[in-house]
């Protein structure tokens, strides 16, 4: 556990613990489609399918480029060619910050893509946003081993392989990378948080809570940390699942409640007592994590830090399984999308420190 980082210096993270993890070898090293075993991994293929103006959808924003391309790539890991979507913002020669956002269990990220925008409001930011394909359409979101996930930690490893190969391929900033996701997604962006502080500067979920019982993932440092969840949520509730009903698919993991998974998250960050406030269509809790600054940094910098480092939960009212702000019409069942709140814009402000 990395106890003593300093949120302060690291601009959202500490470049020097990411240099470390990035070099650190990973299990089937990512490795291009084409190439050999030890080779560089590919991005394969362009387009403008997906790519939006400027102010389109969720969080749009004013862009002052042309759409970002699309690109379809693939790269190797553990022996297996795993696929990922990645929009680009406008060309420069600056690092760019980067988004992974993990789709639902059942969907595909072109899903994820059009119900949230992600692509249209980040690159218009200048971010880089990464939409991975899960194995079966689904995330090993949990430590459990399963059936139809016999290595729990492979998805683990296929996102540390995809970061490494969006730095060195695509100028993504080391000291920038975020992590988002919807359901099962969302509790893959929380695994990540938890299991990877050292890899990102931020994470939201949305409609996604930690796994619990004998899948359970806890948190091992402070990252700042959201929680996006609908109140009527019929599919995962918000109180949690600690006894979810057999599927002959894939197994439904245990989870905590939407509370627990960011109370957790707080502990591992030091927090104080949350404060909790309403606001028109949901309410905020807050938990504002301990600085990590230390002894010869200055009091304005330990200030910084303190007022920039969160943990969210937002409870959004008469809202289902769904991405409060999304157009696109959920499944049958999953509730209701509200309109009170735009989580595209929210999770970036967030993530980008403006929203904390």
């Known amino acids: 556990m990395r106890s003593s980082r300093d949120l302060a210096s690291r601009a959202r993270r500490w470049p020097a613990a990411l240099a470390l993890a990035l070099l650190l070898p990973l299990a089937g090293c990512a490795t291009g489609a084409d190439s050999g075993p030890g080779g560089d991994p590919s991005a394969t293929g362009t387009g403008s399918a997906g790519a939006t103006g400027p102010g389109t959808g969720p969080g749009g924003g004013t862009a002052t480029a042309a759409p970002a391309p699309e690109v379809r790539g693939q790269l190797r890991a553990d022996d297996r060619t795993r696929r990922y979507l990645l929009h680009r913002p406008a060309a420069t020669d600056d690092p760019k910050p980067l988004l992974i956002a993990f789709h639902g269990r059942g969907a595909d990220a072109a899903e994820l893509r059009e119900k949230s925008r992600l692509e249209g409001a980040a690159t218009a930011r200048g971010m880089l946003v990464a939409f991975p394909e899960g194995l079966g359409h689904g995330w090993g979101a949990g430590t459990r081993a399963t059936k139809q996930r016999p290595d729990p930690g492979l998805d683990v490893r296929f996102t540390?392989?995809?970061?490494?190969?969006?730095?060195?391929?695509?100028?993504?900033d080391p000291e920038r990378v975020y992590a988002t996701g919807f359901s099962n997604g969302g509790s893959m962006a929380l695994r990540m948080a938890?299991?990877?502080?050292?890899?990102?500067?931020g994470a939201v979920s949305v409609s996604g809570q930690l796994p619990a019982g004998d899948a359970a993932v806890k948190p091992t440092g402070p990252l700042p940390v959201m929680v996006v969840y609908g109140a009527d949520d019929p599919v995962r509730p918000l109180a949690g699942r600690p006894s979810p009903p057999p599927d002959p698919e894939e197994p439904i993991l245990p989870s905590l409640s939407a509370r627990d998974t960011a109370a957790a998250f707080a502990a591992a960050g030091g927090a104080g007592k949350?404060?909790?406030?309403?606001?028109?269509?949901?309410?905020?809790?807050?938990?504002r994590l301990k600085s990590g600054a230390p002894a010869d940094s200055t009091a304005a910098a330990t200030e910084a830090a303190a007022e920039a480092?969160?943990?969210?939960l937002l409870v959004v009212h008469d809202a289902g399984h769904t991405w409060p702000g999304s157009t696109v019409p959920p499944p049958d069942g999953f509730g209701h999308v509200s309109k009170a709140l735009d989580a595209t814009g929210t999770l970036l402000d967030f993530l980008t420190g403006s929203g904390r």
């Open 274 to 287: 949350p404060v909790a406030r309403e606001e028109k269509g949901y309410d905020r809790t807050v938990w």
């Open 194 to 201: 938890a299991e990877r502080p050292d890899l990102l500067a």
């Open 160 to 172: 540390e392989a995809l970061i490494k190969h969006l730095v060195r391929t695509e100028h993504a």
């Open 309 to 312: 480092a969160t943990v969210q």
